[in-house]
Protein backbone atom coordinates (compact mmCIF):
# COMPACT_ATOMS: atom_id res chain seq x y z
CA UNK A 1 0.00 0.00 0.00
CA UNK A 2 2.79 2.02 1.13
CA UNK A 3 4.62 1.76 -2.48
CA UNK A 4 1.49 2.90 -4.17
CA UNK A 5 1.37 6.03 -2.68
CA UNK A 6 4.38 7.10 -4.24
CA UNK A 7 3.96 8.37 -7.87
CA UNK A 8 3.12 6.55 -10.59
CA UNK A 9 2.70 7.50 -14.17
CA UNK A 10 1.53 4.83 -15.66
CA UNK A 11 -1.73 4.75 -14.05
CA UNK A 12 -4.96 6.57 -16.12
CA UNK A 13 -6.29 8.89 -14.05
CA UNK A 14 -10.08 10.28 -14.59
CA UNK A 15 -11.07 13.35 -16.83
CA UNK A 16 -10.06 16.49 -14.87
CA UNK A 17 -12.46 19.51 -14.93
CA UNK A 18 -10.00 21.88 -14.85
CA UNK A 19 -7.93 24.11 -17.64
CA UNK A 20 -5.67 22.17 -19.65
CA UNK A 21 -3.17 25.25 -19.79
CA UNK A 22 -1.34 24.53 -16.82
CA UNK A 23 1.02 21.74 -16.55
CA UNK A 24 -0.56 19.06 -13.21
CA UNK A 25 2.17 19.48 -10.34
CA UNK A 26 5.08 16.49 -10.55
CA UNK A 27 4.55 14.11 -7.74
CA UNK A 28 0.70 14.52 -7.55
CA UNK A 29 -0.67 15.27 -4.06
CA UNK A 30 -0.65 13.89 -1.25
CA UNK A 31 -4.20 13.26 -1.41
CA UNK A 32 -4.59 12.89 -5.42
CA UNK A 33 -2.06 9.77 -4.46
CA UNK A 34 -4.58 8.42 -1.96
CA UNK A 35 -7.08 8.35 -4.72
CA UNK A 36 -5.03 6.52 -6.90
CA UNK A 37 -3.74 4.31 -4.75
CA UNK A 38 -7.51 3.53 -3.80
CA UNK A 39 -8.64 3.08 -7.57
CA UNK A 40 -5.86 1.00 -9.09
CA UNK A 41 -7.40 -2.06 -8.59
CA UNK A 42 -10.26 -1.43 -10.74
CA UNK A 43 -8.61 0.76 -13.62
CA UNK A 44 -7.00 -1.32 -16.58
CA UNK A 45 -3.36 -1.37 -16.26
CA UNK A 46 -1.96 0.17 -19.57
CA UNK A 47 0.69 -2.36 -20.98
CA UNK A 48 4.11 -0.53 -22.24
CA UNK A 49 5.58 -2.63 -25.12
CA UNK A 50 9.12 -2.09 -26.49
CA UNK A 51 9.23 -1.55 -30.71
CA UNK A 52 12.18 -2.01 -32.43
CA UNK A 53 13.70 0.81 -34.53
CA UNK A 54 13.23 -1.32 -37.70
CA UNK A 55 9.74 -2.22 -37.07
CA UNK A 56 8.68 1.41 -36.19
CA UNK A 57 10.86 2.17 -39.84
CA UNK A 58 8.74 -0.36 -41.00
CA UNK A 59 5.55 0.99 -39.66
CA UNK A 60 5.97 4.40 -40.91
CA UNK A 61 7.21 3.67 -44.30
CA UNK A 62 3.72 1.49 -44.54
CA UNK A 63 1.80 4.73 -43.38
CA UNK A 64 3.02 6.88 -45.42
CA UNK A 65 2.01 5.24 -48.38
CA UNK A 66 -1.73 4.49 -47.01
CA UNK A 67 -3.71 7.83 -47.94
CA UNK A 68 -6.92 8.29 -45.41
CA UNK A 69 -9.97 9.06 -47.49
CA UNK A 70 -9.46 12.85 -46.17
CA UNK A 71 -6.11 12.73 -47.66
CA UNK A 72 -7.57 11.01 -50.92
CA UNK A 73 -9.88 13.47 -51.04
CA UNK A 74 -7.60 16.63 -50.61
CA UNK A 75 -5.40 15.47 -53.30
CA UNK A 76 -8.17 14.73 -55.98
CA UNK A 77 -9.53 18.52 -55.03
CA UNK A 78 -5.83 20.24 -55.46
CA UNK A 79 -6.33 17.94 -58.75
CA UNK A 80 -9.46 19.20 -60.01
CA UNK A 81 -8.39 22.41 -59.27
CA UNK A 82 -5.26 22.77 -61.10
CA UNK A 83 -7.33 21.46 -64.20
CA UNK A 84 -10.39 23.80 -63.95
CA UNK A 85 -7.54 26.66 -63.64
CA UNK A 86 -5.80 25.21 -66.61
CA UNK A 87 -2.44 25.72 -64.90
CA UNK A 88 0.61 24.98 -67.11
CA UNK A 89 3.81 25.98 -65.04
CA UNK A 90 4.52 24.58 -61.73
CA UNK A 91 7.61 25.40 -60.01
CA UNK A 92 8.41 23.82 -56.50
CA UNK A 93 10.45 25.26 -54.03
CA UNK A 94 12.45 25.25 -50.73
CA UNK A 95 10.34 27.24 -48.58
CA UNK A 96 11.45 28.44 -45.16
CA UNK A 97 9.85 29.21 -42.22
CA UNK A 98 8.70 32.99 -42.12
CA UNK A 99 6.25 35.37 -40.62
CA UNK A 100 2.56 34.75 -41.67
CA UNK A 101 1.95 38.69 -42.66
CA UNK A 102 5.07 38.65 -44.90
CA UNK A 103 4.07 35.16 -46.82
CA UNK A 104 0.03 36.54 -47.09
CA UNK A 105 1.54 39.97 -48.78
CA UNK A 106 4.43 38.07 -50.78
CA UNK A 107 1.42 36.26 -51.92
CA UNK A 108 -0.69 38.84 -53.04
CA UNK A 109 1.69 40.04 -54.97
CA UNK A 110 2.42 37.04 -56.90
CA UNK A 111 -1.55 36.71 -57.13
CA UNK A 112 -1.14 40.15 -58.95
CA UNK A 113 1.56 38.69 -61.47
CA UNK A 114 -0.22 35.85 -62.17
CA UNK A 115 1.31 33.26 -59.83
CA UNK A 116 -0.61 31.38 -57.43
CA UNK A 117 1.39 30.26 -54.06
CA UNK A 118 0.27 27.12 -52.36
CA UNK A 119 1.54 24.47 -49.46
CA UNK A 120 0.27 21.21 -49.80
CA UNK A 121 1.73 17.99 -47.78
CA UNK A 122 4.25 16.25 -49.96
CA UNK A 123 2.02 13.46 -49.72
CA UNK A 124 -1.12 14.92 -51.09
CA UNK A 125 1.25 16.23 -53.61
CA UNK A 126 2.39 12.36 -54.87
CA UNK A 127 -0.95 11.63 -54.63
CA UNK A 128 -1.94 14.56 -56.92
CA UNK A 129 0.85 13.15 -59.79
CA UNK A 130 0.28 9.67 -58.92
CA UNK A 131 -0.05 8.17 -63.02
CA UNK A 132 1.30 11.16 -64.22
CA UNK A 133 4.70 11.54 -66.22
CA UNK A 134 5.67 13.46 -62.76
CA UNK A 135 5.08 10.61 -61.08
CA UNK A 136 8.60 9.66 -60.82
CA UNK A 137 10.28 13.00 -59.54
CA UNK A 138 8.33 12.13 -56.50
CA UNK A 139 11.49 12.91 -54.84
CA UNK A 140 11.02 16.74 -55.05
CA UNK A 141 7.78 16.29 -53.05
CA UNK A 142 9.82 16.50 -49.14
CA UNK A 143 10.27 18.65 -46.73
CA UNK A 144 8.77 21.75 -46.47
CA UNK A 145 8.18 22.68 -50.34
CA UNK A 146 5.61 24.85 -51.61
CA UNK A 147 4.41 25.03 -55.00
CA UNK A 148 4.17 28.08 -57.49
CA UNK A 149 1.65 27.69 -60.02
CA UNK A 150 0.85 29.51 -62.95
CA UNK A 151 -0.91 29.74 -66.44
CA UNK A 152 1.58 30.90 -69.01
CA UNK A 153 5.17 30.69 -69.98
CA UNK A 154 5.66 34.93 -68.90
CA UNK A 155 4.77 33.27 -65.42
CA UNK A 156 8.35 31.65 -65.17
CA UNK A 157 10.05 35.29 -65.34
CA UNK A 158 7.86 36.61 -62.50
CA UNK A 159 8.84 33.32 -60.47
CA UNK A 160 12.48 34.21 -61.40
CA UNK A 161 12.17 38.15 -60.62
CA UNK A 162 10.60 37.48 -57.37
CA UNK A 163 12.38 34.30 -55.85
CA UNK A 164 15.48 36.16 -56.58
CA UNK A 165 14.07 39.11 -54.11
CA UNK A 166 13.50 36.95 -51.31
CA UNK A 167 15.73 34.79 -49.26
CA UNK A 168 12.61 32.51 -47.70
CA UNK A 169 12.16 30.57 -51.23
CA UNK A 170 13.98 28.95 -53.33
CA UNK A 171 13.06 27.61 -56.57
CA UNK A 172 13.91 23.63 -57.07
CA UNK A 173 12.33 22.62 -60.13
CA UNK A 174 10.21 23.95 -63.15
CA UNK A 175 7.99 22.49 -64.87
CA UNK A 176 6.42 23.50 -67.72
CA UNK A 177 3.40 21.88 -70.12
CA UNK A 178 4.74 18.42 -68.40
CA UNK A 179 8.42 19.42 -69.42
CA UNK A 180 11.24 19.54 -66.59
CA UNK A 181 13.34 22.76 -67.60
CA UNK A 182 16.79 23.49 -65.81
CA UNK A 183 17.58 26.29 -63.80
CA UNK A 184 19.67 27.82 -66.43
CA UNK A 185 17.23 27.61 -68.90
CA UNK A 186 14.67 28.97 -67.27
CA UNK A 187 17.04 32.39 -66.37
CA UNK A 188 18.05 32.60 -69.90
CA UNK A 189 14.14 32.67 -70.47
CA UNK A 190 13.49 34.70 -68.13
CA UNK A 191 15.98 37.72 -69.40
CA UNK A 192 13.97 37.92 -72.35
CA UNK A 193 11.38 40.32 -73.06
CA UNK A 194 7.87 39.96 -73.34
CA UNK A 195 6.03 37.51 -75.75
CA UNK A 196 4.69 40.88 -77.30
CA UNK A 197 8.05 41.89 -78.16
CA UNK A 198 9.39 39.39 -79.28
CA UNK A 199 7.01 39.36 -81.75
CA UNK A 200 7.11 42.95 -82.83
CA UNK A 201 11.03 41.90 -82.88
CA UNK A 202 10.79 39.57 -85.54
CA UNK A 203 8.13 41.09 -87.38
CA UNK A 204 10.89 43.96 -87.92
CA UNK A 205 13.56 41.90 -88.48
CA UNK A 206 11.24 40.18 -91.43
CA UNK A 207 10.21 43.47 -92.59
CA UNK A 208 13.95 45.15 -92.93
CA UNK A 209 15.01 43.46 -96.40
CA UNK A 210 12.10 44.60 -97.69
CA UNK A 211 12.41 48.33 -96.60
CA UNK A 212 16.14 48.53 -97.33
CA UNK A 213 15.69 47.39 -101.15
CA UNK A 214 12.82 49.73 -101.29
CA UNK A 215 15.13 52.68 -99.95
CA UNK A 216 17.63 51.87 -102.40
CA UNK A 217 15.64 51.68 -104.95
CA UNK A 218 14.06 55.84 -103.93
CA UNK A 219 17.84 56.54 -103.61
CA UNK A 220 19.00 55.44 -106.83
CA UNK A 221 15.45 57.43 -108.39
CA UNK A 222 16.59 60.61 -106.54
CA UNK A 223 19.91 60.35 -107.25
CA UNK A 224 19.78 60.24 -111.22
CA UNK A 225 16.87 63.29 -110.41
CA UNK A 226 19.09 65.30 -108.41
CA UNK A 227 21.97 64.87 -111.35
CA UNK A 228 19.51 65.54 -114.72
CA UNK A 229 18.41 68.98 -112.48
CA UNK A 230 22.65 69.45 -111.99
CA UNK A 231 22.69 69.36 -115.07
CA UNK A 232 20.29 71.19 -116.18
CA UNK A 233 21.12 74.02 -114.71
CA UNK A 234 25.16 73.62 -115.97
CA UNK A 235 23.68 74.24 -118.78
CA UNK A 236 20.66 77.78 -118.69
CA UNK A 237 23.80 78.92 -116.74
CA UNK A 238 26.33 78.41 -120.22
CA UNK B 1 10.21 42.80 15.88
CA UNK B 2 13.46 43.24 13.87
CA UNK B 3 12.45 41.09 10.79
CA UNK B 4 8.86 43.47 11.17
CA UNK B 5 11.07 46.51 10.34
CA UNK B 6 13.60 44.82 7.65
CA UNK B 7 10.17 43.89 5.72
CA UNK B 8 8.75 47.39 5.72
CA UNK B 9 12.66 48.77 4.37
CA UNK B 10 12.97 46.28 1.91
CA UNK B 11 11.36 47.92 -1.71
CA UNK B 12 9.61 46.18 -4.80
CA UNK B 13 12.20 45.72 -7.45
CA UNK B 14 11.00 47.73 -10.15
CA UNK B 15 11.02 46.23 -13.76
CA UNK B 16 10.76 48.53 -16.79
CA UNK B 17 8.15 46.84 -19.40
CA UNK B 18 9.68 47.38 -22.74
CA UNK B 19 6.85 47.44 -25.02
CA UNK B 20 6.40 45.98 -28.29
CA UNK B 21 7.27 48.58 -31.56
CA UNK B 22 3.86 47.36 -33.27
CA UNK B 23 0.73 48.78 -31.73
CA UNK B 24 -2.41 47.90 -32.92
CA UNK B 25 -5.78 49.50 -32.32
CA UNK B 26 -9.41 50.81 -33.48
CA UNK B 27 -9.01 54.57 -33.41
CA UNK B 28 -12.60 56.73 -33.85
CA UNK B 29 -11.85 59.05 -37.05
CA UNK B 30 -11.14 62.47 -35.97
CA UNK B 31 -11.09 61.66 -32.35
CA UNK B 32 -7.64 60.53 -31.48
CA UNK B 33 -6.72 62.18 -28.36
CA UNK B 34 -4.29 61.60 -25.04
CA UNK B 35 -7.03 60.33 -23.66
CA UNK B 36 -6.65 56.19 -21.91
CA UNK B 37 -6.25 54.12 -23.44
CA UNK B 38 -4.54 55.36 -25.98
CA UNK B 39 -2.28 58.09 -24.53
CA UNK B 40 -0.59 55.46 -22.65
CA UNK B 41 0.02 52.81 -25.34
CA UNK B 42 1.67 56.24 -27.53
CA UNK B 43 3.43 57.14 -24.12
CA UNK B 44 4.83 53.73 -22.59
CA UNK B 45 5.94 53.28 -26.65
CA UNK B 46 8.10 57.16 -26.35
CA UNK B 47 5.54 58.53 -29.25
CA UNK B 48 4.63 62.11 -29.12
CA UNK B 49 1.00 61.70 -27.86
CA UNK B 50 0.06 65.39 -28.84
CA UNK B 51 1.95 65.14 -32.47
CA UNK B 52 0.16 61.85 -33.47
CA UNK B 53 -3.20 62.96 -32.58
CA UNK B 54 -2.60 66.12 -34.54
CA UNK B 55 -1.71 64.02 -37.75
CA UNK B 56 -4.11 61.37 -37.20
CA UNK B 57 -6.98 63.62 -36.75
CA UNK B 58 -5.50 65.57 -40.10
CA UNK B 59 -5.55 62.55 -42.08
CA UNK B 60 -9.33 61.07 -41.00
CA UNK B 61 -10.40 64.45 -41.04
CA UNK B 62 -12.66 63.79 -44.55
CA UNK B 63 -14.39 60.43 -42.82
CA UNK B 64 -17.19 60.83 -40.60
CA UNK B 65 -16.36 61.35 -37.18
CA UNK B 66 -16.39 58.61 -34.33
CA UNK B 67 -16.16 55.74 -37.22
CA UNK B 68 -13.83 52.97 -36.01
CA UNK B 69 -10.74 52.43 -37.68
CA UNK B 70 -8.11 49.44 -37.48
CA UNK B 71 -4.99 51.40 -37.26
CA UNK B 72 -0.80 50.10 -36.89
CA UNK B 73 2.04 52.02 -35.45
CA UNK B 74 4.84 51.02 -36.25
CA UNK B 75 7.35 52.89 -33.70
CA UNK B 76 10.79 52.94 -34.53
CA UNK B 77 13.78 52.94 -32.15
CA UNK B 78 14.48 57.23 -32.74
CA UNK B 79 10.99 57.19 -31.59
CA UNK B 80 9.36 58.29 -35.22
CA UNK B 81 6.33 56.28 -36.53
CA UNK B 82 4.67 54.31 -39.50
CA UNK B 83 1.23 55.17 -39.32
CA UNK B 84 -1.45 52.69 -41.44
CA UNK B 85 -4.69 53.86 -41.58
CA UNK B 86 -7.38 51.08 -42.77
CA UNK B 87 -10.90 51.00 -44.11
CA UNK B 88 -13.85 50.63 -41.17
CA UNK B 89 -14.17 47.79 -39.63
CA UNK B 90 -15.83 45.08 -40.74
CA UNK B 91 -18.14 44.82 -37.86
CA UNK B 92 -19.08 48.48 -38.15
CA UNK B 93 -20.05 48.60 -41.55
CA UNK B 94 -22.14 45.64 -41.61
CA UNK B 95 -24.07 47.29 -38.69
CA UNK B 96 -24.52 49.94 -40.63
CA UNK B 97 -25.63 47.96 -43.76
CA UNK B 98 -27.93 46.50 -41.51
CA UNK B 99 -29.20 49.72 -39.76
CA UNK B 100 -28.69 47.96 -36.00
CA UNK B 101 -26.45 49.22 -33.69
CA UNK B 102 -25.91 45.85 -31.73
CA UNK B 103 -25.02 42.68 -32.48
CA UNK B 104 -27.02 39.19 -31.08
CA UNK B 105 -26.47 38.02 -27.61
CA UNK B 106 -26.85 34.35 -28.18
CA UNK B 107 -26.10 31.79 -30.88
CA UNK B 108 -29.02 31.24 -32.98
CA UNK B 109 -30.69 35.26 -32.79
CA UNK B 110 -30.99 37.21 -35.60
CA UNK B 111 -29.85 40.82 -35.08
CA UNK B 112 -30.06 42.15 -38.24
CA UNK B 113 -30.66 41.87 -42.93
CA UNK B 114 -28.86 42.49 -45.29
CA UNK B 115 -28.12 41.59 -49.11
CA UNK B 116 -25.43 40.36 -51.29
CA UNK B 117 -25.57 43.45 -52.92
CA UNK B 118 -24.33 45.05 -49.35
CA UNK B 119 -21.83 42.09 -49.09
CA UNK B 120 -20.00 43.11 -52.44
CA UNK B 121 -20.17 46.92 -51.40
CA UNK B 122 -18.72 46.07 -47.98
CA UNK B 123 -16.03 43.98 -50.15
CA UNK B 124 -15.41 46.97 -52.75
CA UNK B 125 -13.99 48.97 -49.15
CA UNK B 126 -12.13 46.60 -47.70
CA UNK B 127 -10.33 45.70 -51.08
CA UNK B 128 -8.37 49.16 -50.93
CA UNK B 129 -7.02 47.85 -48.08
CA UNK B 130 -3.19 47.71 -48.09
CA UNK B 131 -3.60 43.96 -46.82
CA UNK B 132 -6.33 42.85 -49.09
CA UNK B 133 -4.80 44.19 -52.13
CA UNK B 134 -4.37 40.75 -54.47
CA UNK B 135 -6.62 39.36 -52.64
CA UNK B 136 -9.88 38.20 -55.35
CA UNK B 137 -13.00 40.22 -54.25
CA UNK B 138 -14.94 36.71 -53.76
CA UNK B 139 -12.55 35.74 -50.92
CA UNK B 140 -12.95 39.07 -49.32
CA UNK B 141 -16.59 38.73 -49.81
CA UNK B 142 -16.50 34.98 -48.14
CA UNK B 143 -14.87 36.53 -45.04
CA UNK B 144 -17.38 39.22 -44.46
CA UNK B 145 -20.28 36.11 -44.58
CA UNK B 146 -18.83 34.67 -41.99
CA UNK B 147 -17.98 37.56 -40.54
CA UNK B 148 -21.78 38.45 -40.55
CA UNK B 149 -22.81 35.50 -39.53
CA UNK B 150 -21.00 35.80 -36.58
CA UNK B 151 -22.61 38.95 -35.72
CA UNK B 152 -25.90 37.63 -36.09
CA UNK B 153 -26.58 39.21 -39.23
CA UNK B 154 -28.38 37.21 -42.27
CA UNK B 155 -27.45 37.20 -45.96
CA UNK B 156 -29.77 36.96 -48.76
CA UNK B 157 -29.65 36.93 -51.95
CA UNK B 158 -32.87 38.45 -53.17
CA UNK B 159 -33.09 42.53 -52.37
CA UNK B 160 -34.67 43.43 -49.07
CA UNK B 161 -38.41 44.18 -49.03
CA UNK B 162 -38.36 48.02 -47.31
CA UNK B 163 -41.85 46.86 -45.22
CA UNK B 164 -40.64 43.20 -44.15
CA UNK B 165 -37.14 44.83 -43.11
CA UNK B 166 -39.06 47.57 -40.82
CA UNK B 167 -41.23 45.15 -39.36
CA UNK B 168 -38.15 43.21 -38.29
CA UNK B 169 -36.28 46.18 -37.40
CA UNK B 170 -39.20 47.51 -35.13
CA UNK B 171 -39.20 44.36 -33.73
CA UNK B 172 -35.53 44.21 -32.69
CA UNK B 173 -35.84 47.24 -30.93
CA UNK B 174 -38.11 45.86 -28.73
CA UNK B 175 -35.99 42.84 -28.14
CA UNK B 176 -32.61 44.67 -27.45
CA UNK B 177 -34.92 47.24 -25.37
CA UNK B 178 -35.40 43.92 -23.28
CA UNK B 179 -31.87 42.40 -23.26
CA UNK B 180 -30.43 46.79 -22.26
CA UNK B 181 -32.75 46.35 -19.61
CA UNK B 182 -32.25 42.92 -18.44
CA UNK B 183 -28.26 43.67 -18.30
CA UNK B 184 -28.91 47.02 -16.39
CA UNK B 185 -30.67 44.82 -13.91
CA UNK B 186 -28.37 42.21 -13.42
CA UNK B 187 -25.71 44.54 -12.99
CA UNK B 188 -27.75 46.72 -10.37
CA UNK B 189 -28.59 43.32 -8.38
CA UNK B 190 -24.62 42.82 -8.36
CA UNK B 191 -23.57 46.21 -6.81
CA UNK B 192 -26.59 46.10 -4.36
CA UNK B 193 -24.92 41.81 -3.76
CA UNK B 194 -21.36 43.63 -3.72
CA UNK B 195 -21.99 47.08 -1.89
Known sequence: ?238 | MATKAATRVRKKEVVKVVHGALLRTHIKAGMASAAPPLGPQLGQRGVNVANFCKEFNKETGHIKPGVPLPTRINVKPDRSYDLEICSPTTSWLLKQAAGIRRGRQFYGEVAGKISVKHVYEIALIKSKDRALVGVPLEEICRKIIIQSRSIGIEVQKEDLDPELLKQFLAERSGTVAKQLAELAEKKAAKMLRTG
Open chain 1, 1 to 238: MLRRLLPQDNLRTAVRQVSSKYQKPKPRSYKRRWFEAAVQPVFPQELKSCTPPALLHQRNVENSRQYMDFEVALAQHVKNWMQREQFRVLVVCQQLPVPGRTLWFAKNQWRLKGIEHKVYGSKIMRKVFEGTPLDSLDIAFAGSTSYLFGKDFSTLKHVVAETEKLNWIVPLLYFADGKILSAADVKELAQLADLEHVRAQTVSILTQPASSLTNTFDRVARQTTFTLDSYEHALKTE
